[in-house]
């Protein structure tokens, strides 16, 4: 336990210094070492809450360039946004049941894992952002949606985190010692993965491969199943936006917007149709406190 107040003294007295970067990464280092340390073995969901029928959604606090520091939670809130559901944010670091964030609750009950709570309020709430698709589509549609989820993400993660470094770290003002922690961290789950046992060079090309593969179904349609954003959307936006808005190393850090400037235009149409006030759900570098 001492060792859980020391690094939580220690995060908490950065952060005091830093009130606009209490973003993704030390919610996440906070949370997860007083979750594995303090607080195992015990019901830590901390569901609030809320006016009836209005789904919660538990994220990372607001960050620096995108309204979250994780894809999912972009691609879990986009979808809140484009069908229309009632909801309302806690960034109050509730990692869900499975240790991991985003997740919702609804009258009560909780459901982790974006996909699944997708999934859970198309079925509760008789949702369907794909209803225009034939079955064909659909099926085409969940395996872009499995590439961006399960294929893409570790390649974000491996240039995030741990290519060049400190490179991109440092950029969001993020103390080495957090960095450490959070590197030494993923570099095990890559590599358990698989992910991170590639080269960079191999890792580069699989992303370009996904993104050449994004780039191929948008063709010359608004949004990539047609003419109305689906929920392969969502998640293709939400890992889009990292790139896009938050890649700052020399290889991803403008790679969409020279190499694929279909899928930059489509990144600005999808942040256009669910995200009207994005300016205000970021902190603009860490320089201000996102107001929403």
Sequence with gaps: MQFVEQV???????VSNHPYVTTGVVAMTAAHILHRV????KDNL?????????VVLYQLPRAPYTPSLTPFA???????????IPYQNDMNMKKSSKGKYPWISYNG???????LAMEFLNAKLR????????????????????????????????FRWIYEKYAHCLSLVIPRYIVYIMKRKLNKQLYAQGMGRHSTEE??????????ALSAQLGDKKFLMGDNPTEVDCSAFGMLSVLVFSSHDDITGTMVKDQF?????????????????????NTKGATVKATK
């Design 8 to 14: 939580t003294e220690t995060v908490t007295t950065w």
């Design 38 to 41: 303090a607080i195992r073995g």
């Design 46 to 54: 901390g569901i609030i809450e809320a006016p009836p029928n209005t």
């Design 74 to 84: 972009v691609k879990l809130e986009t979808y809140l946004r484009l069908a229309n």
């Design 109 to 115: 009950e909780a459901v982790a894992d974006s996909q």
């Design 127 to 158: 949702v369907d952002l794909n209803r225009g698709l034939t079955e064909a589509q659909r099926a085409q549609a969940h395996a872009f949606r499995v590439m961006v989820d399960e294929h893409m993400y570790w390649c974000v993660v491996y």
């Design 203 to 212: 890792i580069t090309q699989m992303l370009v491969q996904d993104l050449q």
């Design 261 to 281: 400037p279909s899928l930059y235009q489509y990144t600005m149409r999808m942040k256009e149709a669910a995200w009207p006030d994005w300016d205000e759900c």
